[in-house]
């Protein structure tokens, strides 16, 4: 039951270009997603969030679009730096009903120097 | 910045033993979870709490899993009698209001 899905496993760039990682999910329901980092042996740290009332949020050099018909969100970096070199996971959440949140699968970046 | 925080950040068990993983939430968080990740794969969700109780669990969180708020400030996830395949990073996390949630570091459960 994957409801939240990142089909590119890993992703590779060059310093100081765009970097941009995707996300679909399949279920209507969702009205908040999420993007988190995660480093090996860390925790999840949150980078930004957009609700569906909206279809774009910037935060410095990240930015998430959201496309909610075509159930597709993205996450945008640039100019990308190696020490955003990490796991990225994108998240929805479904506030009505339930509290969790469904992770996506995530997608390894590696900005290359 | 306040933090959630685990202990330990490592334990090894062995099979059939009982554990007990603890978490301190940001303070004035409502909500808390508890998520897995074995190695390789995605983050997994196990268990929701709010209110003193569960709000909602997922099909890995079976009679072996419980977890209790046992003063104000711990949260803990006890597996009754660990398997191998309970051997993953546990990670907790709190909320407040706003659906963003704040993780742990996690423990790395190793089961033998």
């Known amino acids: 039951d994957q409801q939240v899905k990142q089909n590119s496993p890993s992703l590779s760039v060059q310093e100081g270009r765009i970097s941009i990682l995707n996300c679909d999910y399949t279920n209507s329901m969702f009205d908040y997603f999420l993007w988190y980092k995660k480093y090996p042996a860390e925790g999840p740290t949150f980078l930004i969030s957009i609700s569906s009332i909206k279809d774009k949020n910037e935060d410095g050099r990240f930015t998430v679009f959201l496309n909610k018909s075509a159930k597709h969100l993205s996450l945008h970096i640039v100019p990308s730096q190696p020490g955003d070199s990490a796991v990225y996971f994108c998240a929805a959440y479904a506030p009505s009903g339930t509290y969790k949140y469904i992770f996506g699968t995530g997608t390894r970046l590696k900005v290359l120097a | 910045e306040p933090e959630v925080t685990q202990t330990p950040s490592h334990q090894v068990t062995q099979m059939g033993q009982e554990v007990i993983l603890r978490c301190v939430p940001i303070s004035n968080h409502l909500y808390f979870y508890w998520y897995r990740q074995i190695l390789g794969q995605k983050v997994e969700f196990l268990v929701s709490f709010y209110n003193n109780e569960i709000s909602e669990k997922s099909e890995i969180f079976d009679d072996q899993f419980s977890v209790e708020r046992p003063d104000g400030s711990n949260f803990t996830l006890k597996i009754r009698s660990t398997k191998l395949e309970d051997s993953a990073m546990y990670f907790c996390?709190?909320?407040?209001?706003?659906?963003?949630?704040?993780f742990g570091q996690g423990t790395r459960l190793t089961v033998v």
């Open positions: 996390a709190s909320g407040d209001q706003s659906p963003r949630a704040f």
